[in-house]
């Protein structure tokens, strides 16, 4: 079963309240009036950052569903669509790629997605790029997300990485407990994480140049051992013109 079929059901249990991360794209995203989110999810960075016009892309049906209820009444549009190739027709003053999405493709793909990020830029556009930093991975390790009480019971998500080759295979654990009763359901992901010099290479390569680095959700410095590897990358002008010509002014 596709993660995000299950994923889609717990995602606001969990996280749709998690407003850490939203500091950082208020702060570039303030003389912004179009925002576009890739892999919008169930709409939670939208919803919170509520920016002047919203557009959010996302494949999957439910995380799509899930986020037209929590987005009703704001000004956003939502399009199901496959990131590395989808084209809107539009541009926009500012990209976001939010909390690990651009960690669930291989190298090549990300290009892909960041080549067609550029190309719904405007002139100086600006893409916000939010990773985990890797280095804190560990196989084979239990990793508990959390628990939450609800109207049925107690629900709990953990995981755990194994490595597989190239990429590490994330096994979910969703369970709930229902009158002491337990049904555990299970999902796994892969992601693939790179290292600083991996987005910094791949930008490069997609036409962006980096802005600002930042280290964690406080905006602190980045250094190896950072928790998270925070980007904001600019599109540069040689290769804005490249693609657009007469547009690029």
Not at 24 to 31: A, E, G
Not at 57 to 82: C, Q, S, T, Y
Not at 198 to 223: H, N, W
């Amino acid at each position: 079963m596709n993660f995000y079929n299950i994923e889609a059901e717990f995602y606001d249990l969990f996280y749709f309240d998690f407003v850490d991360d939203i500091k950082f794209y208020k702060m570039h995203t303030m003389s912004c009036d179009r925002v576009l989110e890739f892999m919008c999810g169930t709409g939670r960075i939208l919803h919170h950052l509520n920016p002047k016009e919203g557009w959010g892309v996302d494949i999957n049906d439910k995380m799509l569903k899930r986020a037209r209820e929590n987005l009703r009444g704001r000004n956003v549009r939502l399009i199901k669509g496959d990131v590395r190739e989808i084209d809107l027709g539009e541009r926009f003053c500012t990209i976001i790629i939010g909390m690990n999405s651009l960690l669930m493709f291989p190298s090549e793909d990300r290009i892909k997605i960041l080549k067609n990020a550029a190309r719904h830029l405007r002139s100086g556009g600006k893409i916000l790029i939010d990773v985990m930093n890797p280095f804190g991975i560990v196989e084979g390790i239990m990793h508990h997300g959390a628990t939450v009480k609800t109207e049925i019971g107690y629900i709990s998500r953990f995981y755990v990485p194994l490595w597989k080759k190239d990429h590490w295979e994330m096994i979910y654990f969703f369970d709930v407990v229902e009158d002491d009763i337990l049904k555990r359901r299970i999902a796994k992901l892969s992601l693939y994480f790179m290292d600083f010099d991996d987005l910094k290479r791949e930008l490069e390569e997609a036409g962006f140049e980096i802005s600002y680095i930042y280290g964690d959700y406080q905006l602190s410095p980045y250094t190896d051992e950072s928790e998270r590897i925070l980007v904001v990358g600019k599109i540069r002008k040689d290769r804005y013109a490249i693609e657009n010509g007469a547009d690029a002014r």
